[in-house]
């Protein structure tokens, strides 16, 4: 095939077919020629052409769909675009890293670092010593798969399966917790100028995130059940976002679950405007596998699923994943490499084997027994102090306790911080600073603290 585009001929299968796409030669909604026919057509392998459709899948140009085929995608406006040609010069790069962690060649003279043979006696060697299963190769110095360690993603596979989001380990990408998570979808997701709608009140580093990205930021109001759809509908109208980042479990900082009804409606929003959703589901593993998550009624089609062990293990442990379909699995693994090179093997590895011996479980039993006895006495001191909480508790860390109208939450934090107590207002949780629900988030691990206790009688009582 040579039909003087330059690049592989991946890159030039990509190319022909959004070129006949732009100019109208393939219509939305036309079937595109089997996979044996495309490789007769295009003069290249079967992997070579699903290659081809799976990044186009990947750039909005088609959608796949499962017994039926491959077609063109109807136009619309919030399609993962191709991407600028800056991205693709660096995706070029991808290749040369993809090799060094996946060494498909013997002889690696182009290779970063050097055998593993060099250092696995080393001091590091002999203090990071772990175990490895039966037939399973010894741990080696070096990057490892660019996706991460292969039996911990299949672990999370069979634990996402009961929440019902059924995947393969090739869709699920290891990262260093979800920021990292969310810093590698923003980056393949949004360029800036773009607009993408968060949870209002919602996860304040986000905000911080998008705000470096130079994306605009529209708050979506955070009911207890879910986010106010009438509410999403009017900015998707006015602003028309290219996503909805949100969280439907435990949500963070209010602390109540997305209904099922709600679910149902939110995907049924986005479908109609072709609008990505990136679900964040820090507290998964200590909350019911039966919560309503939008990734298992949308099978990763459009939702972009998150989660974590830090949250669950320790806050140091920086260990989680992106669940994605393979196209968007794929992408986010070249922006990893691009950005980290790959996630460590060694903590992915512990976490594994903890999973494998039985202790990870052991472990979320004991959690969950915390959680639900001091979600309990905070409760318990809330009431005391008169104040509501806006959403009934489903098994994360937090509460959001209301205050009066018209009382400024981020003065009530000064005076708390003057006394060696750390509260967090409301006000910051609220993309734009307003402070349209005074409030505080509540960590339930500390709703016991008589100092607090005493601090809120004494200034909520003046």
């Known amino acids: 095939m040579n039909d003087g585009i330059e690049g ?266 072709d609008l990505t959703v990136v679900e964040d589901d820090v507290f998964a593993d200590a909350l019911p596998a039966s919560l309503p998550r939008l990734a298992a009624l949308d099978q990763l089609e459009r939702v972009i699923y998150l989660g974590t062990f830090s949250k669950t293990l320790s806050a140091s442990l920086r260990v989680g994943y992106v669940a994605a379909s393979p196209g968007i699995c794929r992408s986010l693994t070249d922006m990893k490499m691009l950005t980290v090179v790959n996630s460590s093997g060694y903590l992915e590895r512990m976490v594994s084997e903890l999973i494998a011996s039985g202790q990870y479980r052991h472990h979320l039993k004991r959690l969950r027994e915390r959680i639900e006895r001091a979600t309990a006495r905070t409760l318990q001191n809330l009431d005391r102090l008169g104040l509501t909480v806006f959403a009934a508790p489903t098994g994360g860390y937090y509460l959001w306790a209301d205050f009066e109208p018209g009382l400024d939450d981020l003065e009530l934090a000064r005076l708390a911080s003057e006394q060696g107590i750390f509260i967090a207002p409301g006000t910051v949780f609220f993309p734009d600073r307003q402070q349209t629900r005074p409030g505080m988030r509540v960590n339930i691990a500390y709703g016991d603290d008589t100092r607090l206790i005493a601090f809120l009688q004494s200034t909520l009582a003046g």
């Open 8 to 273: 592989s001929r991946t890159d030039r299968i990509i190319a022909r077919i959004a070129r006949a796409i732009e100019a109208g030669q393939l219509q939305p909604g036309r079937r595109m020629p089997s996979l044996r026919a495309a490789t007769l057509e295009y003069g290249v392998s079967k992997n070579t052409m699903v290659e081809a459709y799976d990044r186009l899948v990947a750039l909005g140009r088609l959608e796949a769909r499962p017994g039926s085929g491959f077609y063109v995608r109807a136009a619309g406006r919030n399609a993962i675009e191709a991407p600028p040609a800056h991205m693709t010069e660096a995706i070029d790069i991808v290749s040369l890293l993809r090799e060094q962690l996946s060494q498909t060649h013997p002889v690696r003279v182009g290779d970063g670092r050097p055998p593993a043979s060099w250092t696995e006696d080393s001091e590091l060697g002999r203090h990071l010593r772990l175990k490895t299963g039966k037939g399973e190769r010894p741990i080696e110095h070096g990057y490892g798969d660019p996706l991460g360690y292969g039996p911990l993603r299949s672990q999370i596979g069979l634990m996402l399966a009961e929440r019902s989001i059924h995947v393969s380990p090739e869709q699920v990408l290891l990262t260093f917790g979800i920021n990292h998570g969310l810093d590698l979808i923003i980056r393949h997701l949004l360029q800036p100028g773009d607009t993408v709608l968060v949870d209002s009140p919602g996860y304040y580093p986000l905000f911080g995130k998008l705000k470096l990205a130079r994306v605009e930021i529209v708050g979506v109001k955070r009911l207890a059940d879910g986010p106010d759809l009438d509410h999403l509908s009017l900015q998707i109208a006015r602003h028309a976002p290219k996503a909805f980042f949100t969280q439907s479990a435990a949500h963070n900082p209010t602390g109540g679950s997305m209904s099922l009804p709600i679910a149902h409606r939110l995907l049924q929003i986005a479908a109609k405007h």
